[in-house]
């Protein structure tokens, strides 16, 4: 059983916190899925992705293409098809306790300056502790990334 981790961005974006994220996953040799609700940025985050060199080229691809099942990292709305060991949620994606439980681990990025998100975010963290899923809140409230809270599995 992984666990999931609750990113609240109050200085850093959903972009800059993911690349972070999936360079360090993807150097454990974990394939990934990241999950948005919004096409279009996912289109924008798949452009930077490739063209972007501040911290050199991300290997991936968009969901819906001939090789989604061997893309290190695949983009996308829908299922992990690719054998996913790690799941970044962004723009209020959502996950289920079944899912995450197959997972080494899941990471929730969130909005902290939108009420929405931020509600929405603390709905996910009593529905997936709720389920037994150990589960960590981090803030970089002060400028650096500080672990605010942890639910060991129940």
Known sequence: MGSVMFYHLTRSSAEQTARVLITRALAQGWPLMLRGTDPAELNRLDARLWTV???????????????????????????????AQGLLLIDGAETTAEEARRLERVWILFDGDNPARL???RQQWKDLTAAGLPAQYWSEETGRWAKKAEKPPS
């Open 53 to 83: 060199p501040e911290t050199g080229f991300v290997p991936h691809g968009m969901e819906g293409g001939p090789h989604d099942a061997r893309q290190p990292l695949l983009l996308g709305t829908g299922a992990a098809v690719n054998g």
């Open 119 to 121: 509600a929405h975010a």
